[in-house]
């Protein structure tokens, strides 16, 4: 076995925390749904997951600009991404950046809220533009347009 003699410590981020779901086209950002934790302590636990809700509010901004310098650092400029934030008295705090879907069951609820979904978004990403063309005429109802899709919904 490999013995360490070095640890990582990471201050303790107190406040309220995101999770942004943001879909990269080329370095083009969009975020597909950004949702707030309800976390309370219960049962002995300091905080217990009560539940994750779509988020529209002040922090809206403040969220995508954080995570989309984060991304950018990161070097990733293609793809689906899911990214935790806590903000705290002092500003953000990165949480978790990760390449990865965030949870299959929030699909139905984004597609009743935006009308589409990251999967949607990721779609677009890698097959829209200036392929369209060579794509059936009659599918063209079904494909989300990545130019028609806000940066923030």
């Known amino acids: ?30 975020i597909a749904a950004i949702w707030i934790y309800d976390k309370r302590p219960a049962n002995g636990a300091p ?12 922090q809206s901004s403040v969220l995508y600009d954080y995570v989309s310098k984060a ?3 990161l070097g990733v400029r293609w793809g689906l991404s899911h ?3 806590i903000i705290t008295k002092d500003g953000p705090r990165l949480v978790e950046i990760n ?4 949870n299959m069951d929030f699909i139905p609820l984004t597609m009743s809220c935006f009308g589409y979904n990251a999967f949607d978004m990721l779609l677009a990403a890698y097959l829209g533009g200036k392929l369209e063309e060579s794509y059936p005429a ?6 989300l347009d990545w130019d028609f899709l806000p940066s923030i919904p």
């Open 1 to 30: 076995w490999e013995q360490h003699d070095t640890v990582l410590v990471q201050e303790f981020a107190e406040g309220q925390e995101y999770a942004i779901d943001i879909v990269c086209k080329d370095g083009e950002k969009k």
């Open 71 to 73: 991304l950018d650092a």
């Open 138 to 143: 009659e599918t063209a109802n079904l494909r």
């Open 47 to 58: 905080f217990v997951y009560f539940a994750t809700k779509i988020y529209d509010g002040d």
């Open 99 to 102: 390449c990865r879907q965030h």
């Open 83 to 85: 990214n935790e934030i």
